[in-house]
């Protein structure tokens, strides 16, 4: 099979230092970009590298060091958090103990020179390759955070209101936040702090990245938007595929076959079942986890279609002395997950195997150097039948053992064991022609996967130029749909204006009797301005929404409670005459009396409102204005009366004295 699987979703940048060093000025990087199968070169500044990596967005940024690109973990950090959401930054030669490149490039194929630029060229091939390790240091955790876009000091109005209106931005941006994570069905926790009017801020913590996120980062007026990713505590490796150890493999055949992965230390891997697959997609699906070194049954002897799974890897066998128990079976595979009976069996028989291999294992590992490959050594131990000396003899000289001296010898009978070896030279070559055959087999499946990948490579950009396009005509959509609402809204403002300035044209005309365009039925008529409550409160909002001037005629819909200040307000505005209902303080009346503002009962005068203004008739306000006079004058007199006792018993009362 193609060790390709299909890395590029667009292109591939391999990148390696040209001159300078990342911890000094003007560092200069060997860039080649390979898309699948041409190579652009060129040598940038590490500014331009930034610049193309932002604009281009490939799949991967490739090199062999990933501190040529940083001179220390924090900027590593700052560089991965930089890179575009579609962008991983792969470092070829391994994890925290990296290989030399040259190595990793002979092993796998690629072309390698000590040129920067061929070194640029072969990490971009080997990460095309699906070679190297993803350095990761964010996790794909997203917290979108929605907060005030100012202080909250005094602005252009009090600072309640003022506080008030940005608080109340915040919880709306919030409220269109939450509603466009659901729509994206994106699985979310929400945290908010609520303050006076709104939201001081609300937090989203989205599992998803950034780039599968409907929010952006911005900054609007009141309110403003930061999208940051979860940090890991350090930096993480993640391997691009899967190494291909070697394994131990459990198959129970049938009508449904199913197959188990079990690592040489006894770890489940994968378990899979399928009605439908083949034989060869059986075979792809193992050759795809690891290299088997041994096949196991469940049952003996064992079946013939696990003989010829075992036969196709060269695999040693394992079968159990008797039928394994479906309790012991059971017993064997408890503590691992199963969907069916045939996958429990399959891990079980690999389970087993694993078991009755154990000491064999322990002791290859335990005559075993530092630095050679365990699975390698195990595998021909246990399916070649080689001796663990032979075998690092083997592994360890490239070529051993002294030439033979040549001697003739006569013909003669061949003993039992030499027959033994030509019965096996003979197995061996019909293996090596079975091994052909399936050779050939896969070449023709590697080409007709390069042809697929071709076809999926122009699929996928076609399909990643639509969501470009989709994306955009979203974006526009929601402006058309803000633009829509911020309309009916100043449409709403300005149809309440119209009805304020009608009502205060007809105020006006009121107001002007004299004019020729005032109806007849309007003439003796007189308006009359409502203040809801006597309070300063009240009286300031009833002159802001109409005014209220001299002569006015003013109507105190509940006159009771105030006191000195409220009544020296009124008086100020020197009204004609004050209509109330209920009582009027002693404080207050004294003062109006004082000014010589008439006051009279609302219930003696016939209204009519409309809206926030009223009319009366002429003659009924007339009528409670010389009522008023009237009250006035037997108050004057009531007053100069008491005045004069006073001053008589004040008299009388300094003569008893003398």
Do not use: C
Not at 40 to 50: F, G, P
Not at 369 to 385: L, Q, S, Y
Request: hydrophobic share 35%.
């Amino acid at each position: 099979m193609s060790t390709r699987t299909s890395a590029l979703d667009a292109v591939v940048f391999g990148v390696d230092i040209q001159s300078g060093d990342v911890r000094g000025d003007a560092p200069s990087y060997a860039l080649a970009v390979y898309d699948g199968e041409d190579v652009t070169r060129d040598v940038v500044t590490h500014r331009k590298l930034r610049r193309l990596i932002d604009d281009e967005e490939p799949a991967i940024v490739a090199t062999d060091n990933m501190y040529e690109l940083a001179a220390d973990k924090d900027q590593l950090i700052h560089f991965l958090g930089s890179l575009p959401a579609g962008t991983k930054l792969v470092q070829v030669t391994g994890a925290e103990q990296p290989e030399p490149l040259s190595r990793v490039a002979k092993r796998h194929g690629i072309p390698y020179g000590k040129d920067p630029m061929q070194e640029a060229e072969a990490a971009a091939r080997l990460a095309a390759h699906n070679v190297g390790h993803e350095v990761s240091a964010f996790t794909d955790t997203t917290e979108v955070k929605v907060s005030r876009g100012r202080s909250t000091g005094s602005g252009g109005w009090s600072e309640d209101r003022y506080t008030r209106r940005i608080h109340g931005s915040v919880r709306k941006r919030a409220r269109e936040v939450e509603s466009e994570l659901e729509d994206a069905n994106l699985e979310y926790e929400r945290d908010v702090r609520e303050a006076y009017g709104g939201f001081a801020n609300a937090v989203f913590t989205v599992q998803a990245r950034p780039s599968d996120i409907p929010v952006s980062r911005n900054r609007s007026g009141d309110v403003r938007v930061e999208i940051e990713r979860e940090r890991r505590d350090g930096i993480e490796f993640k391997p691009l595929v899967k190494r291909r150890d070697h394994v131990i493999v459990g198959i129970d055949p049938g009508t449904t076959t199913a197959v188990a992965i079990v690592s040489l230390e006894g770890d489940v891997l994968d378990v899979w079942s399928s009605r439908t697959s083949d034989t060869a997609d059986v075979i792809e699906w193992i050759v795809e986890r690891g290299r088997p070194i041994i096949v196991a049954a469940d049952v003996t002897p064992m079946p013939e279609t696990v003989e010829k799974f075992r036969r196709s890897f060269d695999a040693a066998g394992w079968v159990p002395d008797s039928d394994l128990p479906v309790d012991e079976k059971q017993h064997r595979t408890r503590d691992e997950p199963y969907d069916n009976d045939h996958q429990r069996d399959a891990m079980a028989a690999a389970l087993y195997a694993v078991d009755a291999h154990e000491d064999q294992f322990d002791r290859i590992a335990g005559k075993l150097p530092p630095g050679i490959d365990r699975g390698e050594v195990t595998a021909r131990v246990v399916a070649g039948e080689e001796s663990v000396e032979a075998v690092l003899r083997d592994l360890t000289d490239d070529e051993s053992g002294e030439e033979e001296d040549s001697t003739t010898h006569e013909p003669r009978e061949l003993t039992e064991e030499e027959k033994r070896i030509k019965s096996l030279e003979r197995q061996v070559e019909r293996l090596q022609s079975h091994v052909e055959t399936l050779e050939g087999r896969v070449e023709e499946r590697d080409e007709r996967i390069e042809e697929l990948e071709s076809e999926l490579t122009l699929k996928r950009r076609e399909e990643r130029t639509q969501v470009r396009k989709d994306r955009e005509v979203s974006r526009l959509e929601r402006k058309a749909n803000r633009l829509e609402r911020e309309r009916d809204e100043a449409r709403e403002a300005v149809d309440e204006l119209e009805r304020k300035v009608e009502r205060m044209k007809a105020l006006w005309k009121l107001d002007h009797s004299n004019f020729s365009d005032v109806s007849a039925k309007k003439e003796g008529l007189v308006p009359v301005k409502v203040v809801e409550k006597f309070t300063k409160g009240a009286i300031r909002e009833a002159d802001e929404q109409y005014g209220l001037a001299s002569d006015d005629v003013v109507y105190l819909r509940d006159a009771s409670g105030a006191g000195r200040s409220t009544a020296e307000l009124l008086a100020g505005f020197e009204p004609r005459v004050i209509l109330k209902d209920g009582g009027l303080s002693e404080v207050a009346d004294e003062i109006l009396f004082d000014e010589e503002i008439p006051v009279g009962p609302a219930d003696d005068v016939a209204m009519q409102e409309v809206d926030e203004l009223a009319v009366a008739r002429e003659d009924d306000v007339e009528a409670v204005i010389d009522d008023w006079h009237d009250r006035a004058e037997e108050r004057r007199r009531d007053r100069k009366a008491s005045m004069v006792d006073q001053l008589i018993s004040e008299h009388r009362a300094g003569d008893n004295e003398v």
